[in-house]
């Protein structure tokens, strides 16, 4: 029994670690009118320059997975306002049918305390295999062990994004998600799952 533990404690971590800091919270998409994507420019807004760079090439080489043809926005025009016209012009000259529009809705740091309990050895392990311990009773098995409890400061930051493809010359709004991330303000995986999260409704909608 003892040997499962580390086993376990792995499992448990790597369950930990795979979980998605992105949730999508509502969607909606214009049936009617909504086609699948074939190409799309891939534009981040009110994202740290840094942020959107490396968000804009995440999702579009998620979208190209899916034969997207995906250009992030960055890439054309680097600098953080893109005129209408000189991206208009682009859109057409390229051919592409839908552009993305992902942007921070709002932000809020959050400050957590977390308390770590780490247990270690106060003398010599009891003699003998495990099975062997069981004999030398309960209560050596209660004294072998004892635990100290560290407490550390965390941060979090509470992200609320908004997602809105446009399609009909890309002037008509087909489909909007919003999506919740809850992750390190430094952490880059929060947005890889932001993008898996919105590519991942995109196909469930059809769109790709």
Given at each position: ?208
């Amino acid at each position: 029994m003892f040997s499962r533990f580390p086993i376990f404690l792995l499992v448990l971590a790597g369950l930990l670690t795979s979980c998605s800091t992105a949730q999508v919270k509502a969607t909606w998409t214009d049936a009617e009118i909504a086609e699948k994507v074939d190409s799309v420019l891939v534009v981040g807004v009110a994202i740290r320059k840094n942020r959107r760079q490396l968000f804009e090439t995440t999702l579009a080489k998620k979208l190209s997975k899916y034969g997207v043809r995906a250009i992030p926005s960055f890439t054309v025009f680097p600098k953080e306002e893109m005129s209408q016209e000189a991206t208009s012009e682009y859109i057409q000259k390229q051919k592409i049918d839908t552009v993305m529009v992902v942007k921070v809705l709002n932000s809020k740091a959050i400050k957590k305390r977390v308390a770590e309990t780490t247990a270690h050895t106060i003398r010599e392990r009891p003699l003998g295999t495990p099975y062997y311990s069981r004999f030398n009773g309960w209560y050596a098995d209660y004294t072998y062990w004892t635990t100290t409890v560290g407490t550390y400061d965390t941060g979090y930051v509470l992200s609320n994004f908004e997602a809105n493809l446009y399609q009909q010359g890309n002037t008509s709004m087909v489909w909007s998600t919003f999506v919740e991330v809850y992750a390190h303000d430094d952490d880059a995986k929060g947005v890889n799952d932001l993008a898996d999260a919105l590519v991942k409704q995109m196909k469930k909608d059809g769109l790709i």
